[in-house]
């Protein structure tokens, strides 16, 4: 006989609202509460919308797994039309193909240089003394990096200030108290995000019009420059306009609040970050270089507990294409299901002391041991592209910035969730020559 499933439990509410409230109010705080009392699978009622949340890391590695029964949502298309982050199928095939050679290990590890020298310009113009608004500078910093890297451009600091308020707004269409409501309500939240695509769009329409096609080996924009006007491709002026939108956003963001976190969490932990900049002078003298920060224990420590503590991307939400059976449950077609990374990486069942930043509990273990406890890049097939060159980028940045300064956070930081993990206000940082007591 067929075995019996059911859906999942769901955590209780309240009538004709549902969980909306508590989601909306604290969204961090309510998965939390759900797994703890119903279990990691269960089912989240949005004003009458159900939406299916998985938190145990045998659920999240068959959600990543089969992308032929969890399909990205629309939500994605919204923000990012065709690009790679919204795509499925032969074209998400085709463009992850035409891409990955740029982000491969080999090729980002020849870009150190350029990294380093834009974050030396970048920490070069702080002075001991100075406080810093940390989030601000990191995702001028990231997306500078993009442009120099990645996009083959130069902007101006008043363009880089317009792009990155651009694409900033995206994340709104994921926040709290506007994602719970119908996509038809109309909220500041999405009036915001509409006006940042727009903007963001027309960035990218502009950095098309200027750049003309070559080779990977000169920049990403100018390969798929060559892709779309190549006839024998299947490219064509729309889907390369939605890449660059993608890379505008995504190229930054993410690493931005990696590095952003990072740097406070080693503000308010001094005796870590004593500890990585001890490890930084003994390994690196002058001018740090690519086989001078490839092995510095400590610090890899730090940016795998940062990544723990907080994810850049706290969510990973899906829809399935078929019905799906996931131990004695059934999550049912055409249905919305969230992968909690946040919750995931934050729960004792999985990590001793989960709400403290503890670098030195990598030191027995590593990411790949986790497996899928562990999962701030996604995993399987749609792993982030953008990985290697994230993590060379905070290492370089992290050694540039504590190799000048001590640094102190004098506030702790909270987070809210949109598309991305975004800290609730300004992340202020104070800097200290490094021979102050």
């Known amino acids: 006989m067929p075995r019996e499933t059911a859906p999942p439990p769901s955590p209780a509410g309240h009538p004709v609202v549902g969980h909306a409230p508590s989601f909306a109010r604290d969204p961090f705080g309510f998965v939390s509460d759900a797994v703890e009392s119903v279990g990691g699978r269960f089912v989240m009622n949005l004003l009458g919308r159900e939406i299916y949340v998985l938190a145990d890391p045998a659920d999240i590695e068959t959600a990543l797994l089969d992308r032929e029964s969890?399909?990205?949502l629309e939500d994605f298309r919204i923000a990012f039309g065709d690009a790679l982050l919204s795509v499925e199928g032969e074209q998400w095939q085709r463009q992850r193909h035409a891409m990955e050679g740029f982000f491969s290990p080999q090729r980002i590890r020849g870009h150190a240089d350029t990294i380093r020298e834009v974050t030396e310009r970048h920490a070069d113009a702080w002075e001991p003394g100075q406080r810093i608004e940390l989030?601000?500078?990191?995702?001028?910093?990231a997306l500078e990096n993009l442009f120099e890297v990645v996009l083959g451009h130069s902007l101006s600091d008043e363009e880089?200030?317009?792009?990155?308020?651009?694409?900033?707004a995206l994340n709104l269409w994921f926040k709290p108290t506007s994602w719970v409501l119908p996509h038809w309500v109309p909220t500041p939240a999405r009036y915001r995000f509409r006006q940042g695509a727009a903007e963001l769009r027309s960035w990218a329409e502009s950095l098309l019009s200027r750049t003309g096609p070559g080779p990977a080996d000169e920049s990403l924009l100018s390969a798929l420059v060559a892709l779309r006007d190549d006839p024998s491709t299947a490219f064509d002026q729309e889907e390369i306009l939605d890449q660059v939108v993608g890379m505008l956003f995504a190229g930054h963001e993410t690493t931005a609040l990696a590095m952003t976190y990072a740097l406070h969490q080693l503000g308010r932990n001094g005796d870590v970050a004593e500890r990585v900049a001890g490890e930084i002078d003994d390994a690196i003298e002058g001018t740090p270089s690519l086989s001078t920060v490839q092995d510095l224990s400590v610090l890899d420590d730090v940016i795998d507990e940062t990544l723990r503590l907080f994810p850049p991307v706290h969510a990973i939400p899906r829809v399935t294409?078929?019905?799906?059976s996931l131990g004695e449950h059934t999550i049912p077609r055409d249905t919305e299901v969230l992968l909690a990374v946040w919750n995931l990486h934050r729960d004792g069942r999985f990590y001793d002391d989960p709400e403290t930043f503890r670098p030195e509990r990598w030191a027995d273990t590593t990411p790949r041991e986790r497996g899928y406890e562990y999962v701030p890049f996604g995993a399987g097939p749609r792993i982030c592209i953008g990985r290697h060159f994230a993590r060379l980028e905070m290492k370089l940045a992290l050694v540039t910035v504590l190799g000048r300064y001590r640094i102190e956070a004098p506030e702790p930081v909270s987070v809210t969730p949109q598309m991305t993990s975004q800290p609730s206000g300004t992340v202020p940082l104070k800097l200290r020559h490094r021979e102050d007591a």
């Open 160 to 168: 880089f200030d317009e792009l990155a308020t651009a694409a900033h």
């Open 135 to 141: 989030d601000s500078e990191m995702r001028q910093l």
């Open 70 to 72: 969890f399909a990205k």
């Open 321 to 324: 294409t078929t019905e799906v």
